[in-house]
Nanobody, 116 residues
Framework: VQLVESGGDWVHTGDSLTLSCVVS????????MGWYRQAPGKQRELVAQ????????NYADSVKGRFTMSRDNAKNRLYLQMNSLKPEDTAVYYC??????????WGQGTQVTVSS
């Protein structure tokens, strides 16, 4: 599985941004797909994730109501719509695929910077 993120940018507080992740390769055995982020000096944290076959995504409390994850199977793309951005959302955002056998795949990350 190969993942390539795009869409990161430098924005102001309150702006919106949409991240995109192209998923290629075999997706047989995928347990879940989602987005993580890592801010400077902090551990990588889960932002949003949806299990294969699931109808809804789980979100970190800090982004609930502001971020929405979606998937376009026809285009093999995963999206993260981010609204009402805050400076604390500043991080490198990573696309993630988790396999049934606990293997994880990551993209190279895309930088999101939110200025106050």
């Amino acid at each position: 599985v190969q993942l390539v993120e795009s869409g990161g940018d430098w924005v102001h507080t309150g702006d919106s941004l949409t991240l995109s992740c192209v998923v290629s390769g075999s997706t047989l055995g995928v347990k879940a797909m989602g987005w993580y982020r890592q801010a400077p000096g902090k551990q990588r944290e889960l932002v949003a994730q949806r299990a294969t076959g699931g109808t809804t995504a789980n979100y970190a409390d800090s982004v609930k109501g502001r971020f929405t994850m979606s998937r376009d199977n026809a285009k093999n793309r995963l999206y993260l719509q981010m609204n009402s951005l805050k400076p604390e959302d500043t991080a490198v955002y990573y696309c993630n695929v988790e396999m049934l056998w606990a293997q994880n795949y990551w993209g190279q990350g895309t930088q999101v910077t939110v200025s106050s």
